[in-house]
């Protein structure tokens, strides 16, 4: 129940899967939400207070889901053989997306030096700042990395729906219930 077999995902993979995409969609949402807002708006401050502290938190939640990753077996995938490379690399351009936007956010929040609030609970320095342009630069990377994760992330789910739905495979059954696979 609790560790990945070559069968089915344990329980912190799926918990961490869920609350990872919970969190890319609602950080999404809310930064596409964000950019509209005027000065005199009351979220004008508190939308990106809330979009730094969900992004380090997603941070966090990824580096722990990776290295959880490297010291669990991976269920095998299902599929043809083009079917399980997409997945194998679908999968490994999602964390390369992830990464991305949450560094690029990172360096657009510390551009001038200061650090980056968690919560209130914490600070997270600013390891690198003031290079030139740092946070336009930084803002585009994050601006299109975000879109290009939510439309892996649409694939990816729809992949799951076509390999549930039209396969009849328990590629989905088994993200949402340790071991499912193995009961079958």
Do not use: C
């Amino acid at each position: 129940m609790w560790r990945n077999s070559v069968h089915g995902w344990g329980l912190p993979s799926i918990l961490l899967h869920w609350l990872s995409a919970v969190l890319v969609v609602s950080l999404f949402v809310l930064g596409w939400w964000m950019t509209g807002l005027d000065y005199y708006d009351r979220w004008y401050q508190l939308a990106p207070w809330w979009h730094k502290s969900l992004g380090l938190a997603l941070l966090g939640l990824t580096l722990l889901r990776l290295a959880w990753r490297l010291m669990q077996p991976t269920p095998e995938a299902h599929g043809v053989s083009w079917e399980r490379a997409m997945a194998h690399a679908g999968h490994g351009l999602l964390y390369v997306l992830l990464l991305t936007v949450m560094i690029s956010g990172y360096l657009i929040s510390t551009a001038e030096g200061q650090g980056i609030s968690v919560f209130g609970a914490f600070e997270v320095p600013a390891l690198l700042s003031d290079l030139p342009r740092q946070a336009t630069l930084a803002g585009e990377v994050h601006w299109y990395a975000a879109w290009a994760l939510i439309v892996l992330a649409v694939g990816h789910t729809l992949a799951a729906l076509k390999h549930h739905i039209l396969d009849r495979r328990d590629t989905l059954r088994r993200m949402w219930w340790p071991g499912e696979s193995r009961r079958q």
